[in-house]
């Protein structure tokens, strides 16, 4: 019998602005959709690299926390961001969230992202059995 994907949702992390769902769960795996920085209420946070970036994660813990997992259930992460010279703040702030958990990951430079923000996150995780 195959496993049929599951949307996962929630109020606690921005809407989707287009025709996608914040996460898809297919068995115990976890795709997030990137997050940029929005609010939940759909705000664009100002501010520099390490402000958008906080946010982001505050996003992807709430849909982490909705389909039962946490960011020490990632296996990875696809990062991009809009300037390569952003990396080293952006680093600081990304390691802050995962301590010694240290997903696989990519980071790409990009020409442009939606509402010309400087980063987005994009993630896969492993939901524990049971959950």
Do not use: W
Request: hydrophobic residues 40%.
């Amino acid at each position: 019998m195959s496993q049929r994907p599951t949307i996962v949702s929630t109020s606690k992390a921005p809407a989707a602005i287009g025709p996608y769902s914040q996460a898809i769960r297919i068995g115990n795996l976890l795709f997030t959709s990137g997050q940029i920085p929005l609010t939940p209420e759909g705000d664009l946070v100002q501010g520099g690299i390490e402000e958008q970036t906080h946010q982001i994660f505050r996003n992807l813990q709430a849909v982490l926390a909705e389909a039962g997992c946490t960011l020490s259930d990632v296996v990875k992460t696809t990062v991009f961001l809009k300037d390569m010279n952003d990396f080293v703040a952006f680093n600081a702030v990304y390691a802050s969230y995962f301590g010694d958990h240290k997903p696989a990951r990519s980071t790409v430079e990009v020409a442009r992202l939606p509402r010309d923000v400087r980063v987005e996150i994009e993630l896969i995780a492993a939901i524990p059995d049971g959950r």
